[in-house]
């Protein structure tokens, strides 16, 4: 059973940068799609990016296409997210999930979850 832990969240000004990670624990990615998704107040969780388990297929929202980088480093059984030009509504605590399967943007279909960190954009 994959345990899933991020970091990385934090404040940062509109135009910003971060880059969250998701380390695991307990298992090997190797065989594992990772997905990101986020969840703002008051909204549904959405799916922002995901990468296949060998990190050659790779998804991403719309709304974060072109600013948003998922990649994965499966020697440290982590997987990344670069976020740049980061927007207002970027805020939202983010999720890594891990999925033995293919690659996918449905939240559902994921079986293990990290507890999330917060980013938050503003001035």
């Known amino acids: 059973q994959a345990e899933l832990v991020e970091s990385g969240g934090g404040l940062v000004q509109p135009g910003g940068s971060l880059r969250l990670s998701c380390a695991a624990s307990g298992s090997t990615l190797d065989y594992y799609a990772i997905g990101w998704f986020r969840q703002a107040p008051g909204k549904e969780r959405e799916g922002v990016s995901c990468i296949s388990h060998n990190g050659g297929s790779t998804h991403y929202a719309d709304s974060v296409k072109g600013r948003f980088t998922i990649s994965r480093d499966n020697a440290k059984n982590t997987v990344y997210l670069q976020m740049t030009s980061l927007k207002p509504e970027d805020t939202a605590v983010y999720y890594c999930?891990?999925?033995?399967?293919?690659?996918?943007?449905?939240?559902?279909?994921?079986?293990?979850w990290g507890q999330g960190t917060l980013v938050t954009v503003s001035p």
């Open positions: 999930a891990a999925v033995w399967g293919i690659a996918t943007m449905k939240p559902n279909l994921y079986d293990y």
